[in-house]
């Protein structure tokens, strides 16, 4: 009898971990890259040293580890210091992706390194609807032609035609299983 009812509490212990691990969510991998046109503010707050706040906003190309692409709306308010003395870029923000209607992701970002090519993270900081509770992150390659625009500005002078492109080379990320 005692046999019984360990074998019992066993399986029952099994299933209980069988069916745990099918409600979690798996690691995913994709990689993205996200084409971008910005706009913002150029404020000078020292020698050859520029403030840039504005948005960036482009389609985020998502290709699946099966090789598929799926693609997304993304808006992503930025602030970010130019030191053209120093060749050197800080930047950081924010992104609100947009699958549709019901489902958005959001994250945040920074990245520093020479003008033009800005390295860093991206995290997934949450969602909605079938993205309620994600999360994940990739490191981040910015690269933008930005620092040109800006030279000679005015203070307050406002860029209206910045382009450039985003890359998240491996962005792992976990969304919590149906309920």
Same mark, same amino acid.
């Given at each position: 009898?005692?046999?019984?009812?360990?074998?019992?509490?066993?399986?029952?212990?099994?299933?209980? *971990?069988?069916?745990?691990?099918?409600? $979690?969510?798996?690691?995913?991998? !994709?990689? !993205?890259?996200?084409?971008?046109?910005?706009? &913002?503010? %150029?404020?000078?707050?020292?020698?050859?040293?520029?403030?840039?706040?504005? *948005?960036?906003?482009? #389609?985020?190309?998502?290709?699946? /580890?099966?090789? /598929?692409?799926?693609?997304?709306?993304?808006?992503?308010?930025?602030? $970010?210091?130019?030191?053209?003395? =120093?060749?050197?870029?800080? *930047?950081?923000?924010?992104?609100? @992706?947009?699958?549709?209607?019901?489902?958005? #992701?959001?994250? /945040?970002?920074?990245?520093?390194?020479?003008?033009?090519?800005? =390295? +860093?993270?991206?995290?997934?900081?949450? &969602?909605?609807?079938?993205?309620?509770? !994600?999360?994940?992150?990739?490191?981040?390659?910015?690269?933008? #032609?930005?620092?040109?625009? !800006?030279? +000679?500005?005015?203070?307050?002078? %406002? %860029?209206?035609? *910045?382009?450039? @492109?985003?890359?998240?080379?491996?962005?792992?990320?976990? $969304?919590?299983?149906? =309920?």
């Amino acid at each position: 009898m005692r046999i019984a009812h360990t074998l019992i509490t066993v399986y029952a212990g099994l299933l209980l *971990a069988l069916a745990c691990s099918s409600l $979690q969510a798996a690691d995913k991998s !994709v990689k !993205v890259i996200m084409p971008w046109d910005g706009e &913002g503010t %150029v404020y000078h707050i020292g020698t050859d040293k520029a403030l840039f706040m504005g *948005a960036f906003e482009g #389609v985020m190309y998502v290709e699946k /580890e099966a090789g /598929e692409l799926d693609a997304a709306f993304a808006n992503c308010p930025a602030v $970010q210091h130019i030191d053209a003395g =120093k060749k050197s870029t800080e *930047a950081s923000g924010y992104c609100s @992706i947009t699958i549709s209607a019901e489902d958005t #992701v959001f994250a /945040e970002w920074n990245c520093s390194g020479r003008v033009g090519a800005c =390295k +860093g993270t991206f995290k997934l900081t949450g &969602g909605t609807g079938a993205f309620k509770g !994600v999360s994940g992150s990739s490191d981040l390659v910015i690269r933008s #032609v930005l620092n040109t625009l !800006v030279a +000679g500005m005015g203070d307050g002078g %406002v %860029v209206r035609a *910045a382009s450039g @492109i985003a890359i998240l080379p491996k962005l792992t990320y976990k $969304q919590p299983a149906a =309920k």
